[in-house]
């Protein structure tokens, strides 16, 4: 048989590559393992059910085409789904499993460590639990504007909002236990945990939902350990439905708490309670955990926030504006999305000192001041001009929607505005030639590279032209 399923899967994925944004490919086909080929039957091997399910929901007719491309009329997709049946709900899947990927099945009759009895939790000295209620009531510690309806959903967070929704909407009963949500900083990590706990509550304030940060639970235990009741800190734990423990990547290096947390996971995953993580890490990255513990965040899902693009970025202000009652010119917002790419919480800071610089010295909110502040703000964490910024600064410029870019047009004025942008883009950003095509209208590296060519050319022959590149190259430096 050979190596031929490797061939084929090959083939069919330069040819996905070219369909699906450039995104969804690394997110959704590059973990995708080819497995074998048996007669016209592909089997590929995903990660996860979960994983399965969106291939099917979204790229089923994609998937089939190149298949039956590459196989011919009879060929078929089979998916083998590398599953740790750890979570009890697993429903049956009309698909195979392979045995040697299989990891050790959880014994689903072993017996809870510590009986559990909520009854007496009651006088268990924990900083959350709101004394002098009959009813154990825990504060949840959530942020009400953490919610579901302030996440703007994105390509970059698509993923882990869905499966935060769901896991929200049916807690510990998805194959998502734990969820774990990893990013860089000021990505959405925390605002999304919230909302699943939020959400929790919606549905059901009976259940007992607890967010809390890695290090608080470190202090905790070490207090608990200080005043001899550690056990109290367990039980504590214990009786929590859905449990929100955010920066695991504070427990790195504290075996004792990591110790005390494995313990707190099994009994809560063996009683189908829900376990959200989030970390600026993925799992695999996460030094100075234990095995034992990194193998259990496995159990479950693992879905990163990625950098939201230009347009969930001015989705992002808005809303907070609209949500506090703001107006701003939509040129500012835009000024300001476009300028700051990397961190969302910056993003939302800039926004503030706009505001506050405008009331303050009774201003009003202009792209003149907008620019003044940005600039104090990007300055210090080195401005790169983006590929996006530039189109909109050509398109500005030749008075053209910016959306005309990215089409098919062969209109002269658009292909001049398209390979100018590209010029710029190759001028004054780090992008690859390739990049910069698929930013420009999805075209090649060859395409980009003949735009430059052409731009050079007409700067020696076109003295118009010539004043128009100037003036741009003004703009994009402002
Ligand atoms: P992290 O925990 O990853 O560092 P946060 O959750 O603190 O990031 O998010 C930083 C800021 O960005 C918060 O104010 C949050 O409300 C906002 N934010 C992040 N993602 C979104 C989003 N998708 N929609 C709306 N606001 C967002
Ligand atoms: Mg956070």
Known sequence: MGKKHV??????????????????????FEPIVPVSLDENILTLQVPSQFFYEWLEEHYITLLKKTIK?????????????????????????????????????????VSMPIDLNRGKSRDIPNPFIIPGLKKIKVDSQLVDT??????????????????????????????????????????????????????????????????VKANEFINQYIDSVRNNNQNDFIHFYQMIDVLILDDIQFLAG????????????????QNNKQIVLTSD???????????????????????????????????????????DGIEMPDEVVEYLAFSITTNIREMEGALISILAQATLNKKA???????????????STTREISIDYIQ???????????????????????????????????????????????????????????????????????????VYVEDIDKKLKL
């Open 146 to 211: 953490y919610s579901f309806d302030n996440f703007v959903e994105g390509d970059c967070n698509r993923l882990a909002r869905s499966a935060g929704w769901a896991i929200a909407e049916n807690p510990g009963k998805t194959a998502f236990n734990p969820l774990l949500i990893y990013s860089q900083v000021g990505l959405g990590k925390t605002h999304l945990a919230h909302a699943i706990g939020l959400q929790v509550k919606s549905n059901d304030p009976d259940k007992i939902v607890l967010y």
């Open 7 to 28: 061939e084929v899967w090959e083939k069919c994925l330069t040819v996905i590559r070219d369909n699906v944004p450039y995104q969804s490919y690394k997110t959704w």
């Open 254 to 269: 504290k075996e004792k708490s990591q110790d005390v947390f494995f313990h707190v996971f099994n009994h809560l995953h």
């Open 365 to 379: 909110i202009t792209l003149e001041l907008a620019k003044q502040m940005i600039d104090k703000f990007v300055k």
């Open 392 to 466: 909109k600064v050509v398109c500005d410029y030749f008075s053209m929607p910016i959306d005309l870019i990215n089409s098919k047009t062969r209109k002269r004025e658009i292909v001049q505005a398209r390979q100018l942008a590209m010029f710029f883009a190759k001028k004054h950003t780090k992008s690859s030639l390739a990049t910069i095509g698929l930013h420009c209208g999805n075209k090649d590296h060859a395409t980009v590279l003949h735009a430059c060519r052409t731009v050079n050319n007409l700067l020696e022959t076109d003295k118009q032209f010539r």
């Open 281 to 323: 890490k993925p799992p695999v990255e996460l030094k100075g955990m234990e095995p034992r513990l990194l193998s259990r965040f496995k159990w479950g899902l693992a879905a990163d926030l990625q950098v939201p693009d230009l347009e969930t970025r001015i989705s992002i202000l808005k809303k907070k504006l609209y949500k």
């Open 69 to 109: 491309k590459e196989l011919g009329k009879e060929g078929r997709l089979e998916y083998s789904v590398i599953i740790d049946s750890s979570y009890n709900d697993a429903k049956p899947l009309s698909v195979h499993y392979p045995t040697s990927d299989r990891k050790a099945t959880k014994n689903k009759s």
